[in-house]
């Protein structure tokens, strides 16, 4: 068995070569076919699995696991939980996508090692535990990170022009990147924290390797491995390693020389090289060949933004179609419509959160034909848009494997000088992002209004009771949901107004502020789907109605007399609306006192059907 490998990988790179040579003794080599099933969901976890060759595919048959569809390759392994705890279970089913070479620990050779030798045991136990945690810190639920947090002490050196820089060896980015995360430490929100931006860019570079590689000028072997590392990261692996700051100088080539990196030195790792041997495998000759930052770097935001559209859209499909639902629920219950603030004549509260839906629901289309805008992509311009250092194909060819890759329907901008530095898409996208904050600001308004009290508000609704309003007022509760909601709305408002001066600022062939742009984008697109899906599902769909204060408020409110007018007549209307200003009494009561309509004449005219024009 190679003990080379070992160091490699995070849960060993602390032991000493002797410890290395007496674990090595405790695994088994195991090959797989390709197609071979490794595992399947509802199997007993009982191997570490270290892949030494070739590539697995993880995939779930539900959502609710934290990795539905990912690839492993090799120094990368699976299965880590089974030293920890025995008897959990696969959630996934793990097949070999190529021949596979791997050498694997049992839980129970593990047991034996403990026993034998309690010291090398205790340290993997230990990285076990650090590496889990730190796939929860960093939020790996979401990213599906495959976090590498462990120091070897090895080192490795890379330089750039402005010289010599030393590196841990653990990590995939290189001196470029190096030097972003000590120049931007601005607002602690890293590329890392945006997964569909780093799938996008990964995609691109997939998308350049595959074209350079049909146009002739890129090696196959090196195109290869490229691809390799795209995919992975594509999956969500090694988002971890993507640690430049949103908010950069240089517009964006930080952010583009970190995914440079990180795959180039991935790629090294599949082909069975060092980090850094970048004579193989070079971050600038090849994975960034044929591009600059300035068509590479806005393509990848284009192609994230075009994959964000789905997520948003369908938090709002999901709130619209609760709404309707609660529209359908309060279909008879009677209650005052209200216009600035005083009653107005009555509806239901049904009509009510129906218009809700709909005023909201008109966004789904403008969020979808928003996005098209940004089916127009520049790749292919480089640095200023006139194509040079690309290959006259590369720009069509690219187009052609992007549209493969990510099965958008893109296409090259008919002008890319003028496609280099325009971020007018971005300005349009934000303003519908703002329209929908807003949008969704005034409903919770109307929500927050529409439940006050409990005893000296609207009290037309009841909120479900999410936690204690007040340290000091005992029985308080909030409408904290809206609430949230509300300072959401603020927050995408003002992100809008960033968006706009970042696109206003561009100079002549290049817009230097997309970096700000692409963050307050992506953050409102974050932003707005997790608080939709909070508003629904802990607040809207809970609401019920307060159905005897919504008819208490009817029966009193001056406002009833309007909808009784064809009834009773003007005359009768305002003596009757007069009378109950002076007194205090109902309107209901007034009309059965003056004997103008029976009780029965006054329930029968007080239907929903029969009370509202609007159908």
Request: proline share 4%; hydrophobic share 40%.
């Amino acid at each position: 068995m190679d003990l080379a490998f070992f160091p490699h990988f995070t849960l060993f790179s602390n032991l000493t070569e002797q410890e290395i040579k007496t674990l090595s003794q405790y695994f088994d080599k195991i090959s797989y076919k390709k197609g071979d099933i490794i595992y399947t969901s509802g199997q007993t976890r009982d191997k570490l699995r270290l892949i030494i060759k070739g590539r697995i595919e993880v995939a779930a048959e539900t959502n609710d696991f934290e990795e539905p569809t990912t690839i492993y390759g090799p120094k990368q392994f699976l299965g880590e939980a089974a030293l920890l705890q025995e008897g959990t279970l696969h959630k996934a089913k793990a097949v070999a996508v190529t021949n596979v070479e791997m050498i694997v620990l049992t839980r129970q050779n593990f047991l034996k090692l403990m026993k034998e030798h309690q010291e090398i045991s205790c340290k993997i136990q230990l990285n076990i535990g650090s590496y889990v945690f730190s796939k929860l810190s960093r939020g790996s639920s979401h990213n599906n990170v495959q976090f590498s947090g462990y120091g070897s002490g090895k080192k490795r050196h890379e330089h750039d022009l402005l010289g010599d820089r030393e590196l841990p060896d653990e990590v995939y980015y290189g001196v470029q990147t190096l030097r972003a995360l000590e120049n931007f430490n601005i607002t602690g929100v890293t590329l890392r924290d945006f997964p569909i931006f780093i799938k996008g860019l990964a995609q691109v570079k997939k998308a350049a390797a595959l074209a350079n590689c049909e146009i002739g000028i890129l090696d196959k072997e090196i195109c290869e491995h490229i691809v390799m590392a795209c995919d992975e990261i594509i999956a969500g692996h090694w988002h971890d390693q993507f640690l430049v700051d949103m908010i950069q100088g240089g517009a964006g080539t930080s952010t583009n020389m970190n995914a440079n990196e990180v795959i180039a030195n991935r790629a090294l790792e599949l082909w069975g090289k060092e980090k850094g041997q970048y004579n193989f495998i070079h971050p600038n000759n090849h994975v960034n060949l044929g591009q600059s930052t300035n068509d590479a770097y806005p393509t990848a935001i284009r192609l994230a933004a075009l994959q964000s559209v789905p997520g948003i859209v369908e938090a709002l499909e999901e709130l619209c179609a609760t709404l309707s639902e609660k529209g359908k629920e309060f279909s008879d219950v009677i209650k005052m419509g209200r216009t600035q603030l005083q009653d107005a004549v009555p509806m239901t509260l049904g009509q009510e959160f129906e218009a809700f839906s709909v005023m909201l629901s008109e966004d789904i289309e403008r969020l979808r034909e928003g996005s098209k805008l940004f089916l127009e992509l520049s790749i292919g311009g480089t640095a200023i848009g006139t194509g040079i250092n690309s290959h006259p194909k590369y720009a069509a060819t690219a187009i052609k494997k992007i549209k493969e890759i990510t099965g958008l329907n893109v296409v090259a901008a008919p002008n890319l000088i003028e496609a280099t530095p325009d971020t007018g898409a971005f300005v349009m996208f934000s303003g519908i992002l703002k329209r929908l904050a807003v949008k969704l600001s005034k409903t919770c308004n109307d929500l927050r209004l529409l439940s006050s009290g409990p005893r000296c508000g609207f009290g037309d609704i009841n909120l479900p009771p999410m936690q204690p309003g007040s340290s000091i007022m005992p029985g308080k509760v909030n409408p904290v949901i809206p609430e949230v909601v509300n300072q959401v709305a603020f927050q995408v408002i003002g992100n809008d107004l960033t968006v706009t001066m970042g696109s206003e600022g561009g100079q002549l062939q290049l817009n230097a502020f997309e970096p700000v742009m692409v963050f307050n984008i992506f953050q409102s697109v974050n932003m707005l789907s997790r608080a939709m899906r909070t508003l629904t599902r802990l607040c809207v769909k809970g609401i019920t109605a307060n159905r005897e204060a919504c008819r208490r408020a009817v029966e009193h409110s001056i406002g009833l007399v309007t909808a009784l007018n064809p009834l009773i007549g003007y005359e009768n209307s305002t003596m009757i609306a007069k009378e109950a200003l002076e007194s205090g009494e109902s309107v209901f009561n007034l009309v059965l006192k003056h004997k103008l309509l029976t009780k029965e004449q006054l329930e029968e005219a007080l239907k929903p059907e029969n009370m509202l024009s609007a159908r």
